[in-house]
């Protein structure tokens, strides 16, 4: 693999997608998403929270945890941890539009890392204090 940037940040929803339904994602999304030669983030929050909704049982993925991340976390997605900084960062987002933990440290991490993140949140979609690019995922239909 060559040295590529990394210019984006998967939230823990897009990344679900990306894995287990892309066929949920938009077609321009999921140009961005394959193509051989982009790199993304992945704030190590996420690890958590996809194993927090395995433990609850709101998600259910084809084989155990250790196996899922071993593919999820693909050669092309460049784990970003919980630093000082994102910590510093994710205490003081400006009028942040939810309480959720998670997607504070989220921002945060792009934010310090100076990435666009990539999220199907719609309540993060207009926040004005990140880079955001908010895509509404395709719903399957029962018909």
Sequence with gaps: MGCWTVRHLLDTGVWLRAVNE????PKSALRLLQAPREMFGLAAISLWEVGKK???G???LPKDLPGWFAEAVAANIELLGITPDVVANAMHL???P???PA???IVATARVHKLTLLTTDTKLKD???AH???FKPILRTNT
């Design 58 to 60: 709101k998600l259910y």
């Design 98 to 100: 939810n309480r959720d």
């Design 54 to 56: 395995v433990q609850s």
């Design 132 to 134: 955001v690019h908010y």
């Design 127 to 129: 926040y004005p204090h």
């Design 94 to 96: 400006p009028a942040f």
């Design 103 to 105: 997607d504070e440290l």
């Design 22 to 25: 892309p066929q949920t994602i």
